[in-house]
């Protein structure tokens, strides 16, 4: 059984309460890390603004996306002592986050219930409900 945990961040509130929950269950195993990984859509998320500002800059501003999404949660764990390493991805987000728990080997994926998306009204999110459908490995959910 793998000591890693994914955790998706999106810069949500639930996104973090999953991060400490990762944290405390991460100090539980032996080797116990975490892994990172916030997923944005290809260059959908700006609009059309990659025809007026072109491909390097679209480029540039999803990578400073990624930095500010991540960099709060990595302060976390770095406060923490866990152990970690962080992934940005482009796509289909639960797509995304599925893959890169298996490219990291992680036995399992902590996530919050709701994210920033379009239809975070709902009480359980489309991102959310494709994960666990997709996945063979366990989900823990954090409101």
Known sequence: MSHTILVPV???ESAMRALHLAVERAREKPQG???LVTVHSPLRVYGEIQVYVGEKKA???AA???REILEPAEHVLR???VAFASSTAEGDAAEQIVECAKTVGAGEIIMGSRGLGRIAGLVMGSVTTKVIHLTQIPVTLVK
């Open 10 to 12: 999106d810069g949500s």
């Open 33 to 35: 890390r975490v892994h």
């Open 59 to 61: 480029a540039d501003m």
């Open 64 to 66: 400073q996306y990624n």
């Open 79 to 81: 406060s923490s002592g």
